[in-house]
């Protein structure tokens, strides 16, 4: 069974303190690895789709990346609007289309 | 174009109604999910349509909840006799094929 586990759940930081969410995550076959976006009473924002061990995306201040087991979403020097929930998800070779997502990281970003 | 649209956005029932959730997919995407969110909570897989047919639904918790893409584009989550631990939001994606999936704002149901 794919497992997805985000850590830390919540994080507080301030303006301009760059950190690291981190995904974990137990497939038999990663087909893709993705990040998104969370709103308060919103749907999820489509961010990257990662599918290899070494690859990078880079949008604006955030950078995700991907080892074999796990997957880091970089926020450098963010900003209150960064504020928001982050999702990771995998789609696994077995398990047809669908994601399986872990719980988010809540991140909280002040002035 | 548009972005996935749901329909209601509240939904407020009594344990025991049925209920229609509604999802309009970006046009042109010939894939469309269903998930469910609880409060604090990564979104849960529920049913995938390619086109008009049930792909996979081995996330639908049980018989009571059904769902309907007649035409390849619009879908319909059907729930029936309601239960308080349905309260969730209900949310649509919709992808082209095997692509990356893009969710619409949810329906929130409340059933008391």
């Known amino acids: 069974e794919d497992q997805v586990t985000q850590s830390p759940e919540a994080l507080r930081l301030q303006e301009g303190e760059s950190s690291s969410l981190n995904c974990s995550y137990t497939?038999?076959?990663?087909?893709?690895l993705f990040w998104y976006r969370q709103d308060p009473g919103k749907g999820p924002e489509f961010l990257f789709t990662?599918?290899?061990a070494g690859e990078e995306k880079e949008k604006e201040r955030l950078k995700a990346t991907l080892t074999k087991k796990e997957s880091f979403l970089h926020i450098t020097a963010p900003k209150p609007e960064d504020s928001a929930t982050y999702l990771c998800?995998?789609?696994?070779?077995?398990?047809?289309?669908?994601?399986?997502f872990g719980g988010g990281t809540r991140l909280m970003v002040k002035p | 174009g548009a972005g996935v649209s749901q329909t209601p956005s509240n939904k407020v029932t009594e344990k025991g109604k049925y209920v229609e959730l509604r999802c309009d997919p970006i046009?042109?995407?010939?894939?469309l999910y269903w998930y469910r969110q609880s409060l604090g909570q990564g979104p849960e897989f529920l049913i995938y349509?390619?086109?008009?047919?049930?792909?996979?639904d081995s996330g639908l918790p049980n018989d009571r909840f059904f769902a309907v893409r007649p035409e390849g584009s619009v879908s319909t989550l059907k729930i029936q006799r309601t239960e308080r631990g349905d309260s969730a939001v209900y949310l649509c994606?919709?992808?082209?094929?095997?692509?990356?999936?893009?969710f619409g704002p949810g329906t929130r149901l409340t059933v008391l």
């Open positions: 994606a919709s992808s082209p094929r095997g692509a990356e999936q893009f």
């Open positions: 497939v038999s076959g990663l087909r893709g």
């Open positions: 990662l599918y290899s």
């Open positions: 998800a995998v789609r696994d070779n077995n398990a047809g289309n669908m994601l399986t």
């Open positions: 046009s042109g995407h010939t894939a």
């Open positions: 349509f390619q086109g008009t047919g049930a792909a996979d």
